[in-house]
C-alpha cells in the first residue's frame, strides 16, 4: 500500500500537468461514434458514418460497454489519465533499467523531470514558434503522438512503452502481449509492434544462442496479431484496384495530407526529433563500451531504438523516391510516436545521473524529494487550470446553443446537413450529420461515397443550389439545414425555420 500511494501520486500529478481537452474533441468525435451509437447514445444509430466499417472496433466496444454500464463523461478522464500512468511508469522503468534509479530521490527527481518535460505549459512556450513544436519533447512528427490531449485508439500505444521495459525486465511473452495490445486497440501500431517484435526476438536468439525461444516470442505474436491483422485488411480493401487506388488518393491528398505527405510535415522541428533518436542512440553506444553497471541493458536498449528508428528513416525516404500512397497510407514515420519521447527520456536519465553524481545531490536527497514534489504540483496546477481555460472556452463556442436546441429537440428520422468542419455537432447532439470532414470511414467504397458527400455540402454552403444539390440532398436523407444567416440556402423554395440564435440558423427541408 506504501508503494501504490506514491505511484497513484505520481500518476495524477502527471496526467494533470500534462493536460487534457474537453470531451468531446478532435478525433474523439471520430473514434468514439460508432460505440456510443450501439449504446443507445442519441439517434446516432441512424447516422450514416456510425454504420461504415469501424477502423478500431476494440475500442469502440471499450466506448460502447463503458457507456452502458456507466454513462458518466469524466470516465474518458480517468482511461487516459490511467494510460499517462502507463506512459509515465513504463519510461522510468525503462530509464531505470538503462542508467539505474538507485534511491527514491532520484526516481522522485526523475518523475518531476518528465512531468516538465511532459508538462502543458511547456508546450505552450513551444508551440509559441508554431504549431509543429507543439509537442517537441512527447510527440512524434507528422502531428503523431501517444498521449497527445485526448482519449483515443492512438492513446493505447503506450503499451508500446510497457513492452519495452517488460521485456528488458526480462518478461519476455508479457511483452509480446503489451505490444499486440497497443495493435489491436490501433492497427496503426501494427508496423511498431512487428518492428519491435523482430528486435526482441533478434536480442533473444543473440543472448540464448538458440532459435527455439526466439521462434516461440514470434510465433505468439503472430497468433495474437492475426485477428486484427485480417480485419485491417479487410477495411482498408476495396472491391477492385481502381476503387481501393482512387480511395487511397483521396485518403492522401485531400483528407490527411498533413500526416502522409512528408513534405507538409517535414520541418526544423521534425529534424530536431530526429536529432534527439541520433543523441541518445549516441549515448547508449558510449555506455555500452563503459558498463558502469553490471545489470544495466544499454546494449538491449541501443538495439530497441536503432532498428526501428533505421525502419522509419528507410520507408520514409522510399516513400517521398516512389510517391507510394501505400508507404503514406502504411505512415512509417508513425515509430516516431514511442521513438522520440523514449530517447528524450533517455537523455534525460543520462543528464540526470551525471548532474546527480557532479553535485552530489544524494546528499540533499531530502531538499531534492522536495524539490520534485513542488514543482511537480506547481505544474499540475497550470496544466488543471489549461484544461479548465479549454472547457470554458469550448463551451462559450458560438454554436454551442445551436446545437443545444437540437440536442432537447430532435427527432428520430432527422438527418443535418452542418457546416463540414463544425466536427462536434454528432457527440455533442445526439443527432445524426449528413457529413463532417474530420471524421471518415476508411474502407474503399465507404472513402468514395464521403468525399462525394463533403463535395455536395461544401457546394451548397457555397451556392445554395436548390434545384440540384438540394434536391439530392434531400434524396439522401437531410431534413433540415444548419445554415449562417446570409448562407444562400436559406432562400431556397419551402425552407422553413425553426430555430435562430443570430449565429446559427436550423431550416427544415421539405420532403416530397
Known amino acids: 500500500m506504501k508503494k501504490r500511494l506514491p505511484a497513484a501520486l505520481w500518476i495524477t500529478l502527471f496526467a494533470l500537468a500534462y493536460a487534457q481537452a474537453p470531451l468531446f474533441t478532435s478525433n474523439q468525435n471520430q473514434y468514439f461514434l460508432h460505440g456510443l451509437a450501439r449504446a443507445g447514445y442519441g439517434y446516432l444509430h441512424e447516422d450514416w458514418l456510425a454504420n461504415t466499417l469501424d477502423p478500431t472496433p476494440v475500442f469502440s466496444k471499450l466506448i460502447e460497454i463503458s457507456w452502458r454500464i456507466l454513462p458518466w463523461k469524466p470516465v474518458f478522464y480517468l482511461y487516459f489519465g490511467a494510460l499517462a500512468g502507463v506512459y509515465l511508469f513504463s519510461l522510468t522503468r525503462i530509464v531505470q533499467r538503462v542508467w539505474g534509479l538507485e534511491t527514491q530521490a532520484k526516481r522522485w527527481a526523475f518523475l518531476a523531470l518528465l512531468t516538465a518535460l511532459h508538462s502543458a505549459a511547456l508546450r505552450y512556450l513551444f508551440a509559441l514558434r508554431g504549431e509543429s513544436w507543439n509537442y517537441l519533447l512527447d510527440g512524434g512528427v507528422a502531428g503523431q503522438r501517444l498521449l497527445g490531449s485526448v482519449f483515443q485508439p492512438s492513446t493505447f500505444g503506450v503499451f508500446l512503452l510497457l513492452g519495452i521495459a517488460l521485456f528488458l525486465d526480462g518478461r519476455r511473452f508479457w511483452a509480446i502481449a503489451s505490444l499486440l495490445a497497443a495493435a489491436i486497440f490501433h492497427p496503426t501500431y501494427l508496423l511498431s509492434a512487428g518492428v519491435l517484435t ?33 480485419y485491417s485488411l479487410t477495411v482498408f480493401s476495396g472491391s477492385d484496384p481502381e ?46 563500451e563503459r558498463q558502469p553497471c553490471q545489470d544495466c541493458r544499454s546494449f538491449e536498449m541501443f538495439h530497441i531504438l536503432f532498428w526501428p528508428a533505421l525502419l522509419a528513416v528507410t520507408l520514409t525516404v522510399a516513400q517521398v523516391a516512389t510517391g507510394s500512397v501505400e508507404l503514406a497510407l502504411l505512415f512509417p514515420w508513425r515509430l516516431s510516436t514511442w521513438l522520440v519521447p523514449l530517447a528524450v527520456s533517455l537523455l534525460a536519465g543520462g543528464a540526470l545521473g551525471w548532474a546527480w553524481r557532479r553535485f552530489h545531490w544524494e546528499r540533499a536527497s531530502r531538499w531534492m524529494t522536495g524539490i520534485a514534489i513542488g514543482s511537480a504540483l506547481l505544474l499540475a496546477a497550470v496544466g488543471l487550470a489549461k484544461t479548465c481555460g479549454d472547457w470554458q472556452s469550448k463551451q462559450g463556442s458560438p454554436d454551442r446553443p445551436m446545437m443545444a436546441y437540437v440536442r432537447e429537440n430532435k427527432q428520430s428520422g432527422e438527418v443535418y446537413l ?19 470532414f474530420k471524421s471518415i470511414p ?47 440556402g436559406i432562400d431556397c423554395p419551402g425552407v422553413r425555420a425553426v430555430y435562430s440564435d443570430g449565429v446559427y440558423g436550423i431550416y427544415e427541408v421539405p420532403q416530397p
Open 198 to 230: 523482430a528486435v526482441f526476438m533478434g536480442i533473444t536468439l543473440w543472448e540464448t544462442r538458440r532459435p527455439r525461444p526466439a521462434l516461440d516470442l514470434g510465433l505468439a505474436a503472430l497468433i495474437g496479431v492475426a485477428p486484427i491483422l485480417g
Open 243 to 288: 476503387t481501393t487506388a482512387r480511395a487511397r488518393e483521396i485518403l492522401v491528398n485531400f483528407r490527411i495530407p498533413h500526416h502522409a505527405i512528408v513534405s507538409n510535415w517535414l520541418g526544423y522541428a521534425a529534424w530536431l526529433k530526429l536529432g534527439f533518436v541520433i543523441a541518445a542512440l549516441v549515448l547508449l553506444h558510449g555506455k555500452k
Open 418 to 436: 452542418i457546416p463540414v468542419k463544425m466536427q462536434d455537432f454528432r457527440l455533442e447532439t445526439g443527432a445524426p450529420a449528413y457529413i463532417e
Open 442 to 488: 476508411y474502407q474503399a467504397e465507404e472513402v468514395l461515397f464521403w468525399y462525394h458527400k463533403v463535395l455536395l455540402a461544401g457546394d451548397f454552403y457555397r451556392r445554395g443550389d436548390c434545384d440540384k444539390a438540394l434536391i439530392q440532398l434531400r434524396w439522401e436523407g437531410v431534413t433540415h439545414l444548419v445554415l449562417p444567416p446570409g448562407s444562400p
